[in-house]
Each structure stands twice: as structure tokens, then as C-alpha cells.
């Protein structure tokens, strides 16, 4: 499977597991990362809160962030009135949220892996819960 292609089924994952909830909905964003304007992958919501997320499904157990990656899904999420938000499926452990805010403050350019993910993410459970 391409990376294009694994990345598009996460994406697709993800989507299902917000409407399999009783209150939220979810759409992919096509041409993310393809035009010139910022996008992110998801934008996820229910009554009062919206989210906007990108997505990334990691095999190898490391991925990293540029300043410029997290600067463009703030920018969209701030103009679009969402919570910023990267998800990351890692292959043993499934699916983790962290809140922008929290990657830039782990560093621009540090690896996330399965200890941060446990250490520092949300699971899917933890950020859908009423706040």
C-alpha cells in the first residue's frame, strides 16, 4: 500500500470512529497538503465544539514536526473556529491526540513515538469525553 493510500485509509478510519459516537461528525478535506491555502486532513465537531486535525499513521515508530507543519494547522483551525489538533496512528498502540500547543512546547523537530504518545496524547476516548 502507498503511503498516499495508507494515509488516506487513517484518514477514513478516523471519520468512522467520530460518527460511531452518538454526537459527532467528521469529513475527510480533500487536497489537503496539495494547495496553496493551510488545510488539515479532518475537521471533526458536535454542538459546541469543533475540531481540526491532522492526521498521521506512522509504522516505523517516529515522526517528526517543522515549525511550518504546526504554524499552517493553527492558522486553518484558528480561521475556522477549531481546536487544533494532530492525530497519530501508531501501528501497535492505535490512535493518540495531541493538542498543537502541546507538540510545540515537546519541540519542533523532536521525534513522537509510542512513549510520548502514552506520556503526552489523548486516545480517541479521551477526546471526544465532555469536557
Excluded at 50 to 63: D, P, R
Excluded at 97 to 119: C, I, P, Q, R, Y
Aim: hydrophobic share 45%; proline share 2%.
Amino acid at each position: 500500500m502507498s503511503t498516499k493510500s495508507k494515509g488516506s485509509s487513517a484518514e477514513r478510519e478516523i471519520i468512522h470512529m467520530f460518527w460511531k459516537t452518538d454526537k459527532w461528525a467528521a469529513v475527510r478535506i480533500a487536497g489537503s497538503g496539495s494547495m496553496k491555502y493551510p488545510a488539515v486532513d479532518v475537521v471533526a465537531g458536535k454542538q459546541g465544539r469543533k475540531l481540526a486535525i491532522e492526521c498521521k499513521n506512522v509504522s516505523t515508530g517516529n515522526l517528526f514536526f517543522s515549525k511550518e507543519d504546526l504554524r499552517q494547522i493553527i492558522e486553518f483551525a484558528t480561521k475556522f473556529g477549531a481546536e487544533p489538533w494532530v492525530a497519530i496512528k501508531f501501528d501497535r498502540i492505535g490512535w493518540y491526540f495531541f493538542a498543537v500547543n502541546v507538540v510545540m512546547e515537546l519541540g519542533v523537530g523532536k521525534s513522537f513515538n509510542t512513549d510520548n504518545a502514552l506520556t503526552y496524547g489523548l486516545s480517541f476516548e479521551e477526546i471526544i469525553k465532555e469536557k
